[in-house]
């Protein structure tokens, strides 16, 4: 058995011919532009054409085509119009033949074989064959000359077909609709009218017998045999003459009077009740016909009640519109929002009853789910609310489904849940549904919506949202990918999930994660391929068939060729191959499915890349990607693999980059987590270092070392306790150090980690750094001023005064620095420092204040002295400083000293200088105060 008989799940030349054909990828800007064009309005043209179709000026145009070639029809079977006007009449019979042609075509083209399962569509297209038939046979027979010889006596039996024009009148049933329903009314209506035929002609039988047995002698003329009488009868029927088919009966013998007897019971069986009869079933028939097609025109349940509640709504709120102002007084409707609430929440009481009932919820919970609606409610139906009341209103509906599921698990109560999670479901999607009118850019509401669907499990319903959601923002392709995983995961559906991503990535050609989750799609597809096979007993080897476009890969490889071809990205090619290891991983994927496929993407890496440093790197990183738990000889042979390939690497470009490439791959193969030592691994350290020594010395007698690649080296070196080679080597780093001061700090915390006395190196480093590193960068001053502190303790002073002298961005960052070192080494210096700092521009900040205060309240200094800080921060800062005069109000009445009658003054007088702007904030935060020292 192959995998095609055990999962097919769509045409694959369909997918194939999507997935193959590059989405934009050419030299010139605008070949590209056009590309990306044509292909993101692929959708937007068949969608135009449905519209087209549907759309009441085309139905329009084509029934007045119809109603006119009728007309020339008509005009055609008068010889002398049909004499004068020979020549136009054909110009219009082609016209009208082209425009039921473009019809045609174009609701083929839209509709697919869709079109053909329209039984008004098959009578459409026939009509079309016969007016084509006729065109080509008129055209044939225009084209021949001569008329003697017998073969064109045949071909102009053909001129007969002219007669099928006629069948062009029958387009105008396909055109209007009333037409169709009555059409459609005598075709189902045959089968009973069958039956009441073949009464009327066993009736009609009878009385044929009977009347030629009582009348025979006296009218032969009408009665002389039983063909005759069943003529007679049917004559009678119509009421043709019946006069004188009694005279003729009674003029040779009177006593034939019963014939009136005879007529008038045959008249009342056959034309009152049987034709009536028919007229019965058509009329029934039609009814039942005329119900079902206003039933298949009408809107969808819910979208009629979600129609009534806006009504409903805006009698009590308003209109919906751009204008946010309501006149007051002015209401749509005398309807209260108090009654419009009581009979929202009357809706939802079958739903509370059969809580109750079932045990589910007790009276009193009842009670208080129903004011917690009711205050919901009233929420949601005031004039000014916001997107937050529809989700609240949503969000504790779905809560309380939550519990209600817990509860049902608890008491094993499995039934009613369409008349409990059912009504609450409806609900909430009609409350949804207005929401995402009203708030369509809001996301919350779309993901609550779906998290609703999810919940019940309602998974068609979640479609629509996604359907729904994607119209409006497909600009998003996270979307997309949720979307696609949801139809995938939890919807059970694979062409859906496959076909989102196809038009996702018509939209997004470049975007990684898009490419990489129709990658992982099209992985998991296979993986439900080979564990259906499981589930059949077939081992999943022997489901990888060449032929087969999922279990061969072809697909999963069209895939990766068609994004490395759209991405240029080396990282981005590896993530592909990191993809299909993973699913190797986690799904058990064959070994011939999965290997062939990582190859195909390692070949097209090389084929596009093999002359970049760049995938000669990530190539030998890929080798240890697919490690699963190895031991240690399994980690040294993975690592010889890889070094293996850079080997060869340098030797095909034996370039500086490479080089590079190669000291790097090092440097992070001991970076990495995932490959950190077992400490026991002693033999896999020991060669990884060996080989990265190696790599190292054979650059620096190139000349390819760089700075960073130094500081691996020393680093290295210092973790195997090769100190005395690695102050060497970072010595080296210093000559080459470029003037920046992410290097100045890589090179001094190396020196530092280094063991023995590093200090002379360090401060020539630091005096270096305050040579060449640029000194209007406020970051700089604090990166020197820490290292001073720490390596060079007597210059800190030396180095803070030469940092106030720089700009006022400076000053205020450094300051705070400045004030912290000074009170960490004694009071008197911290206040010394602070005085001074304060009374330079742009050096003082609230932060500066508050730290300041702290350590004197800390050291118990007296109020007093606090006051004075605090009055003289407040000359500075006191417009916009709420925090510091709530923190003075708080000194006030909590510290020791403090006069609390003193707080009142000091609140009006925060109340007179704070910007209007503040005032609320301090008002708030002030009682917020008071109340807490209540307590």
Same mark, same amino acid.
Request: hydrophobic content about 45%.
């Given at each position: ?47 135009? &054409? ?7 000026? +085309? ?29 136009? *009449?054909?110009?219009?019979?082609? *016209? ?6 473009? #019809? ?8 697919? +074989? ?96 009977? %009347?030629? !047995? ?176 529809? &989700? ?15 509860? /049902? ?17 409806? /609900?909430?999607?009609? /409350? ?13 509401? @779309? ?44 919807? %059970? ?122 995938? @000669? ?53 001991? %970076? ?103 000194? =209007? ?68 900040? #609230? ?11 800390? =050291? ?9 800080? +605090? ?6 800062? %006191? ?31 925060? !109340? ?24």
């Amino acid at each position: 058995m192959s995998a095609v008989d055990v999962y097919r799940p769509m045409a694959y030349e369909r997918v194939l011919g999507d997935i193959a054909a590059p989405v934009g990828s050419t030299e010139d800007d605008e070949d590209e532009l056009a590309i990306e064009i044509s292909k993101s309005t692929t959708d937007v043209f068949f969608d135009a &054409l449905l519209s087209l179709i549907n759309n009441r000026i +085309f139905s329009i145009i084509v029934l007045t085509a119809v109603l006119f070639n009728t007309i020339a029809l008509i005009l055609l079977t008068f010889p002398e119009y049909a004499a004068r006007f020979t020549y136009g *009449f054909a110009v219009l019979d082609s *016209f009208f033949l082209g425009i039921y042609m473009a #019809e045609a075509l174009i609701k083929i083209t839209a509709l697919g +074989f869709a079109y053909f399962k329209s039984g008004w569509n098959l009578l459409d297209f026939f009509i079309l064959l016969t007016s084509m038939l006729d065109f080509i046979v008129q055209f044939f027979l225009s084209s021949i000359s001569g008329g003697g010889s017998s073969f064109m006596r045949i071909i102009r039996i053909f001129r007969a077909m002219r007669a099928l024009r006629a069948l062009r009148m029958l387009r105008t049933i396909t055109i209007l609709h009333s037409l169709q329903v009555l059409v459609t009314t005598l075709v189902q209506s045959m089968s009973s009218m069958m039956v009441v035929l073949f009464l009327m002609l066993l009736f009609m039988y009878m009385f044929a017998v009977m %009347g030629r !047995q009582l009348y025979a002698d006296a009218s032969h003329r009408y009665f002389g045999d039983l063909f005759t009488s069943v003529t007679t009868l049917f004559q009678l029927l119509t009421f043709d003459d019946w006069f004188y088919m009694y005279d003729d009966v009674t003029k040779t013998n009177p006593s034939y009077w019963h014939f009136i007897i005879f007529a008038i019971a045959y008249t009342l069986v056959e034309y009152f009740i049987f034709l009536n009869l028919f007229m019965a079933v058509l009329v029934d028939t039609f009814q039942s016909q005329l119900k079902k097609s206003e039933a298949k025109a009408a809107a969808d349940p819910e979208i009629i009640a979600f129609e009534n509640e806006q009504a409903e709504q805006e009698a009590v709120e308003g209109p919906t519109g751009p204008s946010t102002e309501w006149p007051q007084g002015q209401r749509a409707s005398s309807l209260r929002m108090a009654e419009f609430v009581d009979r929202r929440l009357e809706r939802g009481l079958g739903e509370l009853e059969q809580m109750v009932h079932a045990g589910l919820f007790t009276s009193d919970e009842l009670k208080s789910i129903v004011a917690k609606r009711q205050k919901l409610e009233y929420n949601v139906q005031r004039y000014e609310k916001s997107v937050e009341d529809h &989700l609240k209103y949503v969000k504790y509906e779905m809560s309380l489904l939550e519990l209600t599921k817990l509860r /049902r698990k608890r008491l094993g109560y499995d039934y009613k849940f369409n008349e409990i999670e059912g009504s609450i479901g409806k /609900r909430c999607q009609l /409350r949804l549904m207005r929401a995402e009118t009203k708030y369509p850019n809001d996301m919350e509401v @779309w993901r609550t919506h779906i998290q609703l669907c999810k919940l019940l499990r309602w998974n068609p319903a979640a479609s629509q949202v996604y359907t729904r959601m994607l119209q409006l923002h497909s600009d998003k392709p996270e979307i997309w990918i949720e979307a696609s995983d949801f139809e995938l995961s939890e919807n %059970g559906s694979p062409d859906s999930a496959r076909d989102l991503c196809l038009k996702a990535l018509r939209w997004h050609p470049k975007n990684h994660e898009l490419w990489l989750h129709h990658l992982s799609v099209e992985l998991s597809i296979a993986t439900k391929v080979f564990q259906r096979g499981d589930i059949l007993g077939i081992d999943a080897s022997h489901l990888v068939k060449d032929d087969d476009p999922i279990t061969g890969g072809k697909v999963c490889m069209a895939v990766a060729e068609n994004a490395i071809k759209n991405i240029d990205s080396v990282d981005f090619a590896g993530s592909l191959y990191e993809c299909v290891l993973r699913a190797r991983k986690q799904d058990k994927l064959p070994e011939g499915f999965w290997k062939p496929l990582a190859n195909f993407i390692l070949s097209k890496m090389e084929e596009k890349y093999g002359d970049t440093p760049e995938y @000669w790197k990530r190539r030998a990183a890929l080798v240890l990607v697919g490690l699963d738990e190895p031991t240690e000889y399994e980690m040294i042979k993975a690592e010889e693999e890889a070094f293996q390939i850079m080997n060869s690497a340098v030797e095909r470009l034996p370039s500086e980059s490479m080089w590079h490439a190669y000291m790097d791959f090092l440097s992070e193969l001991f %970076g990495r987590q995932q490959f950190t030592l077992h400490p026991e691994w002693l033999e896999l350290s020991r060669k990884r270092s060996i080989k990265a020594f190696e790599v190292f010395e054979q650059a620096e007698t190139k000349g390819f070392v760089q700075f960073r690649h130094y500081i691996s080296w020393a680093s290295l070196l210092n973790d195997r306790r090769r100190t005395k080679e690695a102050e060497a080597v970072l010595k080296k780093a210093a000559s080459v150090c470029p003037d920046e001061l992410e290097a100045y700090m890589k090179l001094i915390v190396a020196f530092s980690s280094l063991a023995g006395d590093q200090s002379g190196t360090i401060t020539e480093l630091i005096n270096a750094a305050r040579k060449k590193l640029p000194r =209007n960068d406020p970051g700089v001053w604090k990166q020197l001023l820490d290292w001073t502190i720490h390596f060079q303790p007597s210059k800190v002073e030396e180095v803070f005064r030469e940092a106030m002298q720089q700009s006022m961005a400076i000053r205020s960052q450094v300051a705070l620095q400045y004030v912290t070192w000074a009170y960490s080494t004694d009071l008197s210096s911290g206040r010394k420092i602070y005085k001074t700092v304060r009374d330079i521009p742009g050096a003082f900040s #609230e932060s500066l204040v508050k730290f300041a205060i702290a350590q004197e309240k800390k =050291n118990s200094a007296p109020i007093a002295s606090l006051r004075k800080m +605090f009055d003289d921060a407040l000359s500075f800062v %006191g417009k916009d400083s709420v925090d510091l005069w709530i923190e003075y109000i708080r000194t006030e009445l909590t510290y020791e000293g403090g006069d609390p009658l003193a707080s009142g003054k000091l609140v009006s007088k925060a !109340q007179k200088t704070l910007r209007p702007e503040f005032l609320t904030l301090f008002t708030t935060m002030n009682n917020l105060l008071m109340a807490n020292l209540t307590k």
